[in-house]
């Protein structure tokens, strides 16, 4: 079978580390290595983690944030299989030997990635992640990976490279981009593999707007333009980040021009024709209820 690795990057998580440990742990697989790169934390993850005895390898010192901590992690163990946890996210039972099984039987796939749910705070089932079938052309337009259900052979990380520490909010959608780009094979695996936790201290909630500037980033350094639906969505994101309100449809659709427009010079030197169409169709329907209103 081929050994296994994960890191746990952390930082002031010391209220959902132990249940992310916990679940790996409990993974009932052979040779897995674990380890927690803790940055340096000030609440109580040292303790948590000091908890845990010699069940699992930690260290804790500063570091250039999360991206830094997963270099370092998996540059510190071994393993022929490699995946990442963060500090508030899970495992659910029988991930990691689902997938050590998918890459005995798969030898040329370099990438897979399961199925995911998202939960609270409380760890109470919210939704499922839009996980799709891997799609190249597809996966410019929406991440339907979610990255603690996603596993790579060490292979491929030696080959295409490590974590960009460059695009801190969304380093898991610009690896994966680089590495398809650079001829990665991503399968996908139809099974519940782990949960991602939302809250309010979460990257992907505290810090939506600066997310989609990364996506932006990520995709015009990579593919050249950013497509239509990751400008609108940091329109909306935008939008929401200046406190326009969406009930009042007339004004946020103004909003979600205006921040379209920008965007679209900034990332892609100008509108393009399906974008000005999607935009009028959304500022004729605000018209339209605007109306209907006063009537």
């Known amino acids: 079978m081929n050994s296994l690795a994960v890191v746990t990057p952390s ?25 927690v790169i803790d940055g340096g934390s000030t609440d109580e993850t040292v303790e948590v983690l000091g908890s845990f005895g010699g069940k699992l390898k930690w260290i804790s010192e500063p570091d250039r944030g999360t991206a830094d901590a997963i270099n370092k992690g998996f540059h510190s163990v071994g393993g022929e299989v490699l995946g990442w946890l963060n500090s508030d996210d899970i495992y659910y039972d029988g991930a990691l030997e689902s997938v050590q099984e998918f890459f005995e039987k798969n030898p040329d796939v370099d990438v897979v990635y399961g199925d995911a749910d998202h939960i609270d705070a409380d760890g109470s089932f919210i939704e499922k992640y839009p996980t799709e079938p891997w799609s190249w052309e597809r996966f410019h337009e929406v991440c339907f990976i979610s990255q603690p259900a996603a596993f790579f052979r060490r292979r491929v990380f030696e080959r295409f490279g490590a974590l960009d520490v460059r695009y801190p909010h969304c380093v898991d959608y610009e690896l994966w981009i680089r590495w398809a780009k650079s ?14 936790r939302l809250h309010a201290e979460a990257k992907t909630v505290a810090k939506r707007l600066a997310c989609h500037e990364d996506i932006n980033n ?10 239509e639906r990751w400008v609108l969505n940091y329109a909306y994101a935008a939008a929401d980040d200046r406190g326009v309100r969406r009930e009042q449809q007339l004004r946020f659709a103004s909003a979600l021009v205006k921040e379209s427009v920008v965007a679209s010079a900034r990332w892609n030197r ?8 999607t935009l009028g169709g959304l500022m004729g329907d605000a018209i339209r209820h605007e109306l209907a209103k006063r009537e």
């Open 11 to 35: 930082f002031n998580q010391g209220k959902y580390i132990r249940q992310t440990i916990e679940s790996v742990l409990a993974q009932r697989v052979q040779n897995l290595q674990y380890m």
């Open 183 to 196: 001829g990665a094979i991503f399968q996908h695996l139809p099974k519940t593999l782990a949960a991602t």
């Open 270 to 277: 100008g509108l393009e024709w399906n974008l000005v169409k």
């Open 218 to 227: 990520i995709l015009r350094n990579h593919l050249g333009k950013v497509p």
